[in-house]
């Protein structure tokens, strides 16, 4: 690191599967060049023993998990934690999950977005109960309620018509299925950045085809094939990946923007379909907690930039007393943990010229109260 200042230790908790794809030695490299060190945490004792982390980075669940992220937090109040997990939380529900996107507003004259239509389904009785297929017409996709990353949670199903229905095992979402071309956008999202990308779905489905089909279709994480097997695929290629356009930039960019901030999330992907019946709608179907981001081309930078960030901002950050908060410009903000910050400009001009800045690039200043 330029200049010899000070080092910042990121504690990571991650499974197995996460790690072996995440915690790349190209990652480790460019981060330590950086000034950060990537440490794993030790399962087998307290966390809050360990460090004392600058950041911790997670994708773990359970209450004990929980229990001892808090006791972290009691003890290194000025660490950051990527992320709550009250905030994940949400993301492990699919009603919660895309409620948020339908409570967001944004500002867009030539494309609109939303969640195609849904109901929860919690008993088999209510599976079959009219009223409930109001809103309905087949095919719907069925998605287990929960999202917690397990395979089970995986497991869905295309169903074509009542019969179909025979084989579902409630609590579930049933989701319109809406014909999309058989590409999905996968928006991957790091703090700021944004990235786009095309993956393979699953294929239109005419009114023809729905009258000839029994059922339904049970498949798994269609969009998460590796790499080798899409090429050799003739479906693939039939997909004409190439051929279709990604959704404009700044308007994918807006939608993560509102997504980051109202979910109080920093690491997270979205997956995008566009309607064939408009052309311009978007319909945002799935959002997902720290995904495959090693899949992205150049992620080792993208991330090391934003664990920069992270360690450097909150260095910057100046714990002050309550009751000498009025002397400072304000600017309530909520911060990478979810807590009340407020920036203060007074206080900018006193940090600034001892900090050391990654790649030259702005960043927020803020006190924490
Ligand atoms: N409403 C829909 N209309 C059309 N296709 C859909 C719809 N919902 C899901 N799909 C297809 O089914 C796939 C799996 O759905 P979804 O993304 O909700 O599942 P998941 O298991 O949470 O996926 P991930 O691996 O991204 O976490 C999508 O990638 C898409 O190809
Ligand atoms: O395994 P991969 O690297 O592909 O990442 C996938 C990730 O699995 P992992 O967290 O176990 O790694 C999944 O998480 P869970 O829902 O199962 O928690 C989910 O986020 C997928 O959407 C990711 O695929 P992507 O959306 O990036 O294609
Ligand atoms: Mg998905
Ligand atoms: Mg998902």
Redesign the pocket.
């Known amino acids: 690191m330029a200049g010899g200042g000070r080092r910042f230790e990121i504690g990571y908790a991650l499974l197995p599967k996460k790690e072996n794809s995440f915690i790349r030695e190209s990652l480790v490299k460019q981060a330590r060049s950086r000034g950060i060190d990537l440490v794993k945490i030790d399962m087998g004792r307290p966390l809050a023993d360990q460090g004392p982390f600058d950041c911790v980075l997670h994708k773990l669940y359970g209450e004990d998990w929980r229990s001892q992220l808090e006791d972290f937090r009691s003890q290194n109040p000025n660490a950051v934690i990527i992320d709550s997990p009250a905030a994940i939380e949400r993301l492990h529900n699919?009603i919660s999950m895309l409620q948020v996107v339908s409570e967001l507003k944004i500002e867009n004259q030539s494309e609109t977005f939303g969640i195609?239509k849904q109901i929860v389904i919690y008993d088999r009785e209510t599976l079959f109960d009219d009223q409930a297929w109001e809103l309905l017409k087949f095919p719907v996709?069925a998605?287990p309620l929960v999202?917690d990353g397990s395979a089970k949670?995986?497991k869905?199903a295309l169903v074509f018509n009542h019969e179909g229905l025979n084989k579902l095992k409630p609590p579930i979402v049933l989701?319109?299925?809406?014909n999309?071309g058989g590409v999905?956008f996968k928006v991957y999202v790091v703090g700021e950045y944004v990235k786009c990308v095309k993956?393979k779905?699953?294929p239109d489905v005419s009114e023809e085809k729905l009258n000839s089909l029994q059922g339904s279709l049970s498949?798994?994480?269609?969009?998460?094939l590796a790499t080798h097997q899409k090429s050799d695929d003739k479906y693939y290629k039939m997909m004409h990946l190439e051929d279709t356009e990604l959704p404009p930039q700044s308007f994918m960019t807006d939608i993560a923007k509102g997504l980051r901030r109202a979910m109080n999330l920093n690491l997270f992907n979205f997956?995008v379909?566009r309607d064939n019946r408009f052309g311009n709608r978007y319909?945002i179907?799935?959002i997902?907690y720290f995904?495959g981001y090693a899949k992205m081309p150049g992620y080792e930078t993208v991330l090391t930039d934003f664990f920069c960030d992270m360690v450097y901002r909150k260095e910057r950050q100046v714990v002050v007393e309550k009751d000498s908060v009025e002397e400072y410009s304000q600017e309530a903000v909520v911060g990478t943990d979810g807590r009340l910050v407020l920036s203060c400009e007074k206080e900018i001009r006193k940090i600034v010229p001892n900090s050391c800045c990654s790649d030259g690039e702005e960043m927020e200043n803020s006190i924490q109260v």
């Open positions: 699919r195609p996709i998605k999202a949670s995986h869905m989701q319109e299925f809406v999309h999905i993956r779905s699953l498949f798994s994480q269609v969009s998460n997956d379909i319909l179907i799935d997902n995904p």
